[in-house]
């Protein structure tokens, strides 16, 4: 409850009318490929340069869920728009970044690029898989090097904004302290019934308390996908996999037990716990280093944001979404 190749993302082929009469038009294939997604103080952006970026997006994003992704709604949008919009605002970050870092004689070595490139080789094992890997992004060996140098420019220029700050030992206990759930390793084993209206809700949850078989129960009333299979199965799980109202419910079971009706964005849900395993909390001497590495990597984040966010306030950018 907690998401492979080509996208057809330009339209080949647009009907207009001309002077004299009606015909068919395409579209100047090169002119496409650099027309406009934004500018950055006169820096054009532009549709190829987008679609590199937005691939890898989509290749990762199909990988974990599905095709079908794309037009989940988000707040009212379709999820491949608002993914565009990252990917857009993406760019325009790394551009204002460069321009900041080339006036500030921030810069990489031939040497230091080509280790990285090296680094990124041997994660493939071998030439070929490297070689396909470039292929699937629709990239030469030129240009893949030319982003990795800008990434380690980039990289450089975070580290520079980045680099004082500290986090102090009392946040990293303050941390410890007030967030216990995040250091016991607590599971339970359980299953649920999601149905979309309380009323057939609170009638399921009578035939699962008067003893009903539960999975039989998700089986034919669950509206959650793939219920027919799974009878509401939803294996092992910790703190922080669910919602928080789902959560706190099942925490609060004992083995055995059945939840009341248990409402969620997702609808009314009928919760059973089968196993349940309570375990002491991680210390705080062994759990002290991880903490200190979160919230300096949080801290550095906010910082890092703040210099990106000036940038933009003082950046002359224009940015044309039917182009992406």
């Known amino acids: ?65 599905g095709t079908d992704i794309w037009n989940k709604d988000i707040d009212g949008k379709k999820f491949i728009d608002v993914v565009k919009e990252q990917v857009a605002e993406k760019l325009i970050t790394d551009r204002l970044v460069l321009e900041d870092a080339e006036e500030e004689g921030i810069e990489v070595t031939d040497a230091e690029v080509d280790q990285e490139v ?24 030129e240009e893949f090097t030319a982003q990795v140098r800008q990434d ?32 016991k390793n607590d599971t339970v084993k359980a299953s649920h019934i999601l149905l979309d209206a309380r009323d057939e809700a609170e009638e399921v949850l009578a035939k699962a308390k008067a003893g009903e078989d539960f999975g039989a129960l998700a089986a034919k009333y669950s509206v959650e996908q793939g219920a027919e299979t799974t009878k509401g199965d939803l294996g092992e799980f910790g703190y922080g996999y669910m919602v928080e109202p789902f959560e706190k419910a099942a925490f609060a079971l004992e083995e055995g037990e059945i939840s009341d009706i248990v409402e969620t964005q997702f609808g009314f849900h009928i919760i059973k716990v089968y196993e349940k395993t309570v375990v002491e909390p ?32 003082q950046a002359d950018i224009k940015i044309y979404p039917k182009n992406m």
């Open 282 to 313: 991680i210390p705080f001497e062994e759990a002290r280093d991880d903490i200190e590495a979160m919230l300096t990597y949080y801290q550095q984040e906010e910082k890092y944001i703040e210099e990106v966010t000036k940038l933009r306030e």
């Open 152 to 183: 380690l420019v980039i990289g450089k220029y975070r580290q520079r904004v980045v680099e004082p700050v500290t986090v102090s030992e009392e946040d990293i206990k303050k941390y410890y302290d007030e967030n216990p759930k995040e250091f």
């Open 1 to 65: 409850m907690r998401i492979n190749k080509s996208l057809l993302i330009a339209v080949a082929v647009i009907l207009s009318f001309a002077l004299a009469g009606c015909g068919i038009v395409r579209k100047n294939p090169e002119a496409e490929k650099n027309a406009a997604v934004a500018e950055v103080n006169g820096y054009v952006i532009t549709k190829e340069e987008f679609n590199r970026s937005f691939e890898l997006y989509r290749t990762t994003y199909e990988s974990q869920y």
């Open 118 to 141: 090296k680094a990124i080789k041997d994660y493939f094992d071998d030439e070929k898989k490297y070689l396909d890997f470039l292929a699937s992004q629709n990239l030469s060996e």
